[in-house]
């Protein structure tokens, strides 16, 4: 076993190893020889290596890490009596000790902006990789659609589509009931409650029902598919499927693509009933008939507004399912990976669906849609 002699003279630490400098020789010296230079007022220090007759790598990274903090404390630090043969491996853990320990400099603003827009970049290129090949994917299924796992698509779509009616229907309602009531203020000063049909028809048709399914959904579906996949990843199953032979894209990830694209405009259409009826529900307590209400959203909104709104709704339920599936695939190992992981997808697919939003906005616009 080494031997560590320490010695305190003339405003001079001196720490004399002596033996074999190896594994289980530096971990029975390690805590003992920190604590004496943590606690030192010396501002000379020596390390007196001439009785060591062995020196391995670990012996050597001790050394160096010895080394490296007496010169963090303003030390003046020696290393004596090194043998020759020695002197190579403790040269090279000394630069090893400082590649791993590089100095940490002051990082200016725009080098922590640069970092951060890497990583954004790193996660679009990432996300666009995952799209194409969920794309690839539902192209080559298409072709040949007894492939698709049918079974387990409608599963998912039950799931996604008819579990969340109600929630649709209490937060459709409402917004309608609301829009309705603070319209209806500013006109009854001019005697046009009856136009408040209007404004509530085409706002739900061409945006809310679109827009407040697509956040329920990405509130409901894409957290439910990061979690689902996030936790079969961390039980390496989607790994087992690889080795059986199975692609995980067309096993796991496409169901719940065509479930969530097919079930988010039927979704859309109920909002869009259930928030015209909440309309309704104000405009009949004015005290105008329900018939004059129903005249005059079939008279305004035309089919043009409709298909417009449930465009946008495929593109959203596509969006939100294959968010939802690359941030559960994304899943790292840890007891929070799953949270991280559906916290994520459901903050990705909010914030897509609101860029892609006001992509088509501008669109519909340029069209005269």
Known sequence: MPHLNIETE????????????????????????????????????????????????????????????????????????????????LKMAAQSYKVQTPEKGPVSKLSRTGEKLAAVLADVKIFITFIGEITWALVTSLKNPSSIRWAETWMVAERSGVDALPIVALISFILGLVMAFQAAIPMKMF???IYVANLIGIAMVRELGPLMTAIVLAGRSASAFAAEIGTMKINEEIDALTVMGMEPVKFLILPRVIAATLITPLLTVFS??????????????????????????????????????????????????????????????????????????????????????????????????
């Open 10 to 89: 003339t405003n001079t630490l001196t720490l004399s190893f002596s033996g074999h400098l190896d594994g289980p020789g530096v971990a029975s010296l390690w805590k003992k020889a920190l604590d004496v230079l943590k606690k030192t007022n010396s501002q000379k220090i020596k390390f007196n290596l001439e009785a060591v007759d062995y020196l391995d790598m670990a012996g050597a990274t001790f050394i160096s890490h010895l080394n490296q903090l007496g010169a963090t404390m303003n030390k003046g630090v020696l290393i004596l009596g090194l043998k020759t043969e020695f002197s190579p491996l």
């Open 191 to 193: 005697g046009a409650e």
């Open 272 to 369: 869009n009933l259930v928030g015209i009826l909440g309309g309704a529900l104000v405009i009949i307590s004015f005290g105008y008939p329900w018939i004059a209400y129903y005249n005059q959203v079939v008279n305004f909104v035309t089919w043009q507004d409709l298909t417009g709104g449930l465009v946008k709704c495929f593109v959203f339920g596509l969006l939100i399912a294959a968010t939802g599936c690359i941030r559960g695939y994304q899943t790292l190992r840890g007891p929070s990976a799953v949270g991280d992981s559906t916290t994520r997808a459901v903050v990705s697919s909010i914030i897509l669906v609101a860029v892609f939003d006001g992509i088509f906005s501008i669109v519909y616009y340029y069209l005269g849609v």
